[in-house]
């Protein structure tokens, strides 16, 4: 017979706080009763809650960041840096529903990234989970839990315990959130993940092309050769001919002029 999983036995006020969830499914309460739930399971500092519809930019449920973090969080990450997110990137991907620690899912060289530089360090998180809710099809709600600079990194066995009540927590989570409504009279918003397809389009090589969207998702030359089946050195030598033909010189610059390409600035 196979053998049946075993998680981290759950701490004893989880029954109660469990309860409490159910009772404020619908009102505005939730989201306080859905961060005593998983606070049971793990400890973090913030909790983000977002609806990716398709390829279209998430739309915010609930964050308790600061003013300055809500800003890089909320506004600059909906206005494209959400593409190379590797909790999006494996949704879009057809990831099983669930928990995973960012590192379970990103590049190997995710922290050396120019996207982590530009995002995650900017708002001093150092580590951070994503429970994974399917809506439909096309529809995803996250629930981004992040520890901060001066915080451990999460731990296999708070995915393990977040793993081991995610049928409560993703029917909660849907209850309250799921099934949103269609754009009225048929508005589409802009197809984000075409259009990072066609960053350098009409100037690079499809090769060239290629290895610059594996360093925008964070991966280093290694990863990137192994990725498309063809030398490091080769890898090297494509992206030398990407910012030469870009007009750039460093990953900084890759990155910006990506974002301006993704928000239509450029």
């Known amino acids: 017979m196979p053998e049946t999983p075993s998680f981290p036995p759950m701490p004893s006020g989880w029954v109660k706080a469990m309860t409490g969830l159910a009772e404020t499914v619908a009102t505005e309460r939730f989201p306080g009763a859905l961060r005593q739930v998983l606070s049971q399971c793990c400890s973090f500092d913030s909790m983000v809650i977002s609806r990716y519809a398709g390829t279209q930019p998430p739309v ?40 995973y620690r960012l590192l379970d899912l990103a590049p190997e060289a995710f922290y050396r990234s120019e996207y982590y530089r530009a995002f995650y360090r900017k708002i001093s ?41 995610f049928d409560l927590i993703s029917a909660s989570v849907l209850r309250q959130w799921g099934q949103e409504e ?60 990407a910012y030469t033909k870009l007009g750039i010189g460093s990953q900084a610059e890759l990155f910006s002029l990506a974002i301006r390409h993704l928000t239509g600035a450029g």
């Not at 909906?78 to 669930?98: E, F």
């Not at 397809?197 to 991966?219: D, K, M």
């Not at 990137?224 to 030598?237: D, M, P, Y």
Request: with cysteine; aromatic share 8%.
């Open 182 to 241: 269609a754009a009225p009279n048929g508005a589409q918003a802009p197809d984000w993940e075409d259009r990072m397809q066609t960053f350098g389009s009409g100037v690079l090589s499809p090769r060239e092309r290629e290895v610059v969207q594996l360093i925008l998702q964070g991966h280093s030359s290694p990863s990137a050769a192994a990725c498309l089946g063809i030398a490091e050195g080769t890898v090297k030598v494509h992206r030398h001919h």
């Open 125 to 165: 998180i150092s580590d951070e989970i994503g429970i994974l809710v399917q809506d439909g099809a096309e529809n995803w709600l996250i629930v981004s839990l992040a520890c901060f600079a001066r915080q451990q990194r999460f731990s296999a066995a708070d995915t393990d315990r977040l793993n081991a009540a």
């Open 60 to 99: 915010p449920l609930y964050q308790d960041l600061d003013e300055l973090q809500a800003a890089i969080t909320v506004e600059f990450y909906a206005s494209g840096p959400y593409l190379l997110d590797p909790l999006y990137q494996a949704c879009r991907n057809g990831c099983t529903p669930g928990a």
